[in-house]
């Protein structure tokens, strides 16, 4: 049955949500501040209406979405108390940390709302509705927290979302918390403070900037993503990434230690223990990494050249799932990253790019 959603946010989440949704054919409320994203999202027929007050527009809704920043999404849900509501109303939010959110959510004493904490574990260095894209959760993670064991609830909100291709996990917002700390937020700590130091470096050795390779991009590419909402991230999850901050500051000592000590043996067991763990990550069965089929293709930096390296691939009928150019700079070659559904399309496509003399590596 065709459902009124309300979508609070119109950005990178938000929008790419609202794509699926409507592609389910439900009638879609649009609400941002932001007055281009709220207009552009209609003009692309991606909402059906623009809704100016959020808690007006709830009077219609059987479905809310809340893709708004953490700290606005709580205190979205603080007011949903105060509204009346003639019909029940589903309340979801996307927020990357759940604690305080759930907290909230658990305090709604509103009958007529259910609330289902969301997080699509899938996103983006970009923000804002001009990066949102349909495609944007497919095979991804989306963690779900039900506030309590509504079941058919949750069917409900996952048919929704059917048109995602996300896969459901349901998880309690403290396991989320601590395992998103580990594999999301404290790496963007990280990221930010190996840039900062290589900002620091950059007064005494001006060359750096052009030094900066393959390795440091692919390390340091999500210190590239939106300030303040990383800086919500990190305060909503302080519980979390406090602690792992000293643990941290150990490791390094540790790792300190064996270098002035010239410990050859252990720093070798440290990075075979470490490369044995990131490849034992579940790349292409079910896991926290999308299941992708990669190949890496080397690329000059001229006009045309990724278009060509695509036809290939598209006169010989093969999908790609994926695409992402990881290094070119002027006149230098550069990689492009590319990821296919299945291994049968991996192996193909590095044929056929190799009988064009394009240099193609497939990862194992
Ligand atoms: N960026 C990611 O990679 C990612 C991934 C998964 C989940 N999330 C979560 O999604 C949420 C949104 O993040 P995003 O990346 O889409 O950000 P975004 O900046 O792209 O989108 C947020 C939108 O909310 C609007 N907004 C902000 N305050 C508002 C208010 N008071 N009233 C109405 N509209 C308001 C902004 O104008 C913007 O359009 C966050 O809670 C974040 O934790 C982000
Ligand atoms: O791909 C990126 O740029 C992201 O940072 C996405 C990422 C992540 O850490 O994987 C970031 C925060 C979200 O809550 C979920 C996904």
Known sequence: MNKTVVVAGLGLIGGSLAMNIKKEGH????????????????????????????????????????????????????????VTLTKDLLVTDVSSVKNEVMKEASLLTNDRITFIGGHPMSGSHKNGF???KPHLFENAIYVLSPVNDRDEKTKELRELLEATKARFVTLSPQEHDEMTAVISHFPHLIASSLVQQAKKWQHTHPELKNLAA????????????????????????????????????????RLKEYLQNDSQEETL???????????????KEKGAIPGFYDIFVDIYDQPGTIHKVIEVLAEAGISIK????????????????????????????ALLLRRKNYEVVIEQ
Not at 269 to 283: C, H, I, N, Q, S
């Open 130 to 132: 001009t990066a949102a």
């Open 27 to 82: 009638f879609i409320l649009g609400h941002d501040e932001d007055v281009q994203s709220l207009e552009l999202a209609y003009r692309q027929g991606v909402i059906d209406e623009k809704a100016e007050d959020l808690y007006e527009a709830l009077s219609r809704a059987d479905v809310l979405f809340l893709a708004l920043p953490i700290t606005t999404t709580v205190q979205v849900i603080r007011k949903l108390n105060n």
């Open 214 to 253: 393959g390795g440091f991009r692919d390390i340091t590419r999500i210190a590239s993503s939106n300030p303040p909402l990383w800086q919500d991230i990190f305060f909503q999850n302080k519980q979390q990434l406090v602690p792992m901050l000293e643990d941290w500051i150990q490791e390094m000592t």
């Open 322 to 349: 994926n695409i992402e150019i990881l290094e070119i700079r002027e006149g230098i070659t550069g990689v492009l990253r590319i990821s296919f559904p299945t291994g049968k399309e991996q192996e193909e496509s």
């Open 269 to 283: 067991r440290y990075l075979t223990e470490a490369k044995t763990f990131r490849d034992g990550l579940p790349v």
